[in-house]
Nanobody, 121 residues
């Protein structure tokens, strides 16, 4: 069974840094796009950053210059380095990935369970 296991998150102060990790496990042939989404209280879930298998990256404007997404294909892991955190970054962060399972020729979209990031003084 394929799953995305997230780690990181927690309570930090404004200006602090935090790194989220998300590792894919199971019988996996390859992973296409990997991404981070977030959902703040009372708001819809939205894209934070996405990275393709080849390393192409895009960010939502509000995190450009502060957040960095990266991936380690050998470890089947995606990271989100978050610097200069602001209170408005407070949200549940979800990992997302398009995964091709072994023996299958199409990808399926998977979600992590989410991790809470709280930025508060």
């Amino acid at each position: 069974q394929v799953q995305l296991v997230q780690s990181g998150g927690g309570l930090v102060q404004p200006g602090d840094s935090l790194r989220l990790s998300c590792a894919a496990s199971g019988s996996i042939s390859s992973i296409n796009d990997m991404a981070w989404y977030r959902q703040a209280p009372g708001k819809e879930r939205g894209l934070v950053a996405r990275i393709s298998r080849g390393g192409s990256i895009n960010y939502v404007d509000s995190v450009k210059g502060r957040f960095t997404i990266s991936r380690d294909n050998a470890k089947k892991t995606v990271y989100l380095q978050m610097n200069s955190l602001k209170p408005e970054d407070t949200a549940v962060y979800y990992c997302n990935a398009n995964i091709v399972r072994a023996g299958v020729y199409y990808d399926i979209n998977y979600w992590g369970k989410g991790t809470l990031v709280t930025v508060s003084s």
